[in-house]
């Protein structure tokens, strides 16, 4: 494996900020002045959208037929949809439990014409499901609700909250935003939001680091995910993608959210002429409340602000203008006091105490910019070119020791002693160091098409990408037990240790380190639309590149889908896909676990293959959807990694090939009449096999099994090899089961209550310092309930006098959220510690006990 040096230039030198601005100025000038080459003829079509009784209905599907073209309605019910001039269109609003809408018109080029419509309650209708949703069903894609992440009872984002719900989707860190998909790790996962690549923090380590997602539940309007199998138009990750999309304000709205973890806010709007929209949101959050309650007491002072907004123009009726501009602050300080853990069994009970001096003091700042076009040249024609940038200053500084004694305590029932330390096992020190510095800058220029021909959709894509890193890290850690530094100093029986005998750390990482690289990629995928007669057939065939500069390495993936409809009673949709999932390595897999980089690091590679079926029935007179997905996944090139609570720490090197195989199922629908509710049921295996891994069993003159060199009467006079062949990967959670439940009560509407329940087997882990294939035993099952009680407090139909200021609100809503409602110890990782006899205890660390949360959103 390659050096660090192999690939450092100017290694004392930060991350050369300037240079990367200059370049985002030069690119977004150079897309601002293509403006000039394109112009296009449209009309606007816009109205308000109510239910028999005129009650405004929200996210009402507003769709061209025959194209993609659509927009939903808001929480008043309105919508501005942009409608090809000059042509007669069918304009279609559909919305689950009402009866599909659709008007034919043309329009002249500039109109903007208004139309009101009123849907009709139908929900014994199978008709009334939404036309986008047909066309999102051919593809192996889930649309979700937004508004359901408003008052899903939820510790971190309310999206990523409703996504560790879905089928293939484990999460075992209520902490944290992170989440596996289909045995993939958090790195695996690509997340887009208004067509933007989102990038994670680099140095997190556990979930109360993390703070707040990327993504704003309160701004969004779309919410799209694939587990495996999507098309080539997205980029080269192995696992899943998160496609959201943000708002585009059609009138002026604000919101507040107080809550005990935090508070946010945000506003909406646009100009009288329509043509110029923003959309703006703050969040606060901290969770020194949460984290006062978990085992480790100290002063936790927690503080994580973003700001986001998108600003848009439509500088013609042919071209319209985008910003997205995102900032982040994050600091995280701890300065840790004590902690006492009982853990063991019951005929075998310990407890570990531990006092603490020193502190923890971590920042994380990101920036995101990005400057969009879309260009209309003709009604069958949409291109759009993206310029964005990326940057993120992360910093990880400790110094930390801490004393620990090991006691075993008395079990005995009838004993006065029960539950109290009767044998001291062990006791001793260790201390952790960290000065880590890192800085990392990506710019992006992308231009993408779409050109709908008869009944095909062409789509391509071109995108460059220019990463800069620098990285300066420094830490190790130090063992003490009883006075003796493990690992023991060389002893001679008698005589007394030299003084110079070098003092032994673990974990020692040091390197600095500055890296510079580009990227092309691209894609061109085309869809048919085929058959007819009230049956379907369509297919989906792209093809994506991708070259990275740094190991010379030119990736070629071919992707397919295939859905086919059948004429029968029941609406089912069958849908096959299969393809090629490069994920070339980004710097963390570059970099191993001594800090040094590789410079022949290869992409790993998955091939996927995943067949699924939806089914939609009635059930109490309400419509229901059944899903489930069958898949297997060839891995290699595979780059071993472990984990630790969120922190992944990669071997860099492409010395494993492995599989993922499994079966998802999920039914969706109105199990409480007007509410939408989803259970979720995964079963999966994923192994890898380290190629060229082996260890040696030894025996003595007697035949007996021993540890040579473990005493002196240990001599090993036979061997015998072992290859241990496939292991589980860590992110093996053979059965997870998930629900998401909302209710009402019949006689107050206004009165809801929504419950989470996640359930998965436990994850593989190991000792510390130990190979890949020791790592076979299994964390505990992670259980949690959380449940959330809402009332409505103003609403539509809330009245008050013309004076009075709360006239003004929209909605209020109150909540009362408890978090793991049955106080449920989870486990997500363990801390080890050794006594004098080198003897080493798995002390676990558990996550969030029972909590309470009060929350008020107000809406204007």
Same mark, same amino acid.
């Given at each position: ?16 900020l300037m240079k990367i601005t200059r370049k985002l100025v030069l690119s977004l000038l150079a897309g601002m002045a293509s403006l000039v080459l394109f112009s296009q003829d449209n009309a606007v079509l816009s109205g308000k959208v109510t239910d028999q009784e005129n009650k405004p209905l929200e996210l009402v599907n507003v769709a061209i037929l025959g194209s993609t073209t659509g927009v939903a309605t808001n929480h008043e019910g309105n919508y501005t949809l942009t409608v090809p001039a000059g042509r007669e269109v069918v304009v279609d609003f559909s919305f689950i439990g009402f009866e599909p809408r659709r008007f034919k018109m ?106 707040? &997602? ?78 006062? &309650? ?83 040249? &003709? ?177 070629? &993936? ?43 690091i290869r992409a790993q590679k998955s091939i996927h293959f995943v067949g699924g079926v939806d089914l939609h029935f009635l059930a109490w007179d309400r419509p229901f959807k059944f899903t489930t997905e069958a898949y297997y996944k060839y891995l290699d090139d595979l780059i071993p990694y472990y984990v630790d609570n969120v922190r992944i720490r990669y071997t860099a090197e492409n010395s494993a090939r492995g599989y993922a195989t499994g079966i998802d199922f999920k039914v969706n629908g109105e199990f409480i009449k007007g509410t939408e509710s989803w259970a979720s049921l995964s079963f999966l295996k994923t192994s890898e096999d ?171």
């Amino acid at each position: 494996m390659g050096n660090s040096n192999d690939k450092i230039i100017n290694p004392d030198s930060r991350l050369p900020l300037m240079k990367i601005t200059r370049k985002l100025v030069l690119s977004l000038l150079a897309g601002m002045a293509s403006l000039v080459l394109f112009s296009q003829d449209n009309a606007v079509l816009s109205g308000k959208v109510t239910d028999q009784e005129n009650k405004p209905l929200e996210l009402v599907n507003v769709a061209i037929l025959g194209s993609t073209t659509g927009v939903a309605t808001n929480h008043e019910g309105n919508y501005t949809l942009t409608v090809p001039a000059g042509r007669e269109v069918v304009v279609d609003f559909s919305f689950i439990g009402f009866e599909p809408r659709r008007f034919k018109m043309t329009l002249r080029p500039g109109e903007i014409r208004e139309l009101d419509v009123a849907m009709i309650s139908r929900p014994t209708e199978l008709k009334a499901v939404e036309i986008r949703d047909d066309q999102i069903r051919n593809y192996n894609y889930v649309r979700l609700d937004p508004k359901g992440a408003k008052l899903v009872p939820t510790l971190t984002g309310g999206i990523e909250a409703m996504l560790k719900t879905l089928p293939g989707v484990s999460s075992g860190n209520e902490l944290s935003s992170q989440y596996s998909v289909r045995g993939g790790n958090f790195d695996e996962n690509l997340v887009y939001v208004n067509g933007i690549e989102i990038y994670r923090p680099f140095l997190i380590r556990s979930g109360q680091q993390e703070g707040l &997602s990327f993504v704003n539940s309160t701004l969004v309007s779309g919410i799209l995910f694939s587990a495996g199998g999507w098309d080539a138009k997205y980029g080269d990750k192995m696992s899943s993608v998160l496609d959201i999309t943000y708002r585009k304000p059609d009138s002026a709205a604000a919101s507040v959210q107080l809550s005990l973890l935090g508070a946010e806010g945000h506003i909406e709007g646009l100009s009288r002429n329509r043509k110029f929209t923003y959309l703006a949101g703050v969040r606060y959050k901290t969770n020194q409340y949460v984290l006062k &309650s978990l085992e480790t007491k100290g002063n936790y002072k927690p503080n994580f602000i973003d700001i986001q907004s998108v600003f848009a123009y439509d500088l013609t009726s042919k071209i319209r203008l985008s910003a997205l501009g995102y900032y982040s602050s994050n600091s995280y300080l701890l300065v840790p006091e004590s902690r006492q853990t009982n853990f063991g069994t019951i005929e075998e009970a310990y407890r570990l105490t531990i006092y603490f001096d020193g502190q923890e003091v971590d920042k994380y700042r990101m920036g995101l910019g990005a400057f969009t076009v879309d260009y209309y040249p &003709s009604d069958a024609l949409r291109l759009k070119f993206i310029v964005s940038g990326f940057q993120t200053q992360e910093s990880e500084t400790f110094d930390v020791r801490g004393q620990y004694w090991i006691g075993r305590l008395e079990n005995a029932l009838g004993s006065e002693e029960f539950g109290n330390v009767v044998e001291v096992q062990g006791v001793g020190t260790f201390m952790e160091h960290a000065r880590n510095y890192l800085d990392a800058g990506v710019i992006n220029t992308e231009h993408k098409g779409i050109w709908f021909y008869k009944r095909n959709i062409l789509s391509w894509g071109l995108k460059y990408q220019h990463e800069e890193v620098s990285d300066r890290l420094s830490e190790w850690e130090l063992v003490d037990s009883a006075g003796y530094v493990i690992p023991n100093p060389p002893t001679v029986i008698g005589g007394i240790t030299d003084p110079k005998d070098p003092l032994e750390l673990k974990n020692v990482v040091r390197t600095n380190i500055s890296l510079s690289t580009n990227r092309l990629m691209g894609y061109l995928q085309n869809s048919w639309d085929l058959l007819g007669d009230g049956r379907d057939l369509s297919i989906t065939a792209g093809i994506r590149f991708h070259y990275w500069d740094y190991n010379g390495q030119f990736l070629v &993936s071919p992707r397919v889908t295939i859905a086919y409809k059948p004429m029968w009673r029941r609406e089912v949709i069958f849908r096959f896909s299969s393809g090629y999932y490069y994920q070339p390595p980004f710097y963390k897999e570059l970099r191993d676990l001594e800090g040094n980089l590789n410079p022949d690091i290869r992409a790993q590679k998955s091939i996927h293959f995943v067949g699924g079926v939806d089914l939609h029935f009635l059930a109490w007179d309400r419509p229901f959807k059944f899903t489930t997905e069958a898949y297997y996944k060839y891995l290699d090139d595979l780059i071993p990694y472990y984990v630790d609570n969120v922190r992944i720490r990669y071997t860099a090197e492409n010395s494993a090939r492995g599989y993922a195989t499994g079966i998802d199922f999920k039914v969706n629908g109105e199990f409480i009449k007007g509410t939408e509710s989803w259970a979720s049921l995964s079963f999966l295996k994923t192994s890898e096999d380290i190629i060229d891994d082996y260890y040696y069993d030894y025996y003595n003159e007697s035949g007996i099994k021993i540890i040579p060199g473990y005493t002196p009467d240990q001599v090993a006079v036979d061997s015998i090899r072992y290859e241990p062949g496939y292991i589980p990967r860590p992110s093996d959670q053979r059965v997870s089961f998930a629900l998401f439940f909302q209710d009402y009560l019949p006689l107050i509407p206004s009165f809801k209550a929504n419950l989470t329940l996640v359930f998965g087997t436990g994850l593989p882990f190991g000792p510390p310092d130990s190979p890949r294939y020791k790592h076979t035993q299994r964390y505990p099952a992670y259980r949690r309930v959380d449940l959330g009680f809402s009332k409505l407090l103003i609403g539509e139909n809330t009245r008050f006098k013309e004076k009075n200021p709360l006239r003004h609100i929209d909605n209020a809503w109150l909540s009362l959220e408890v978090f793991n409602l049955f106080g449920i110890n989870n486990t997500v990782s363990y801390i080890w510690v050794k006594d004098v006899n080198n003897r080493q205890y798995a002390v676990p660390n558990y996550l969030t006990p029972r909590l309470v949360n009060l929350k008020l959103i107000v809406e204007i």
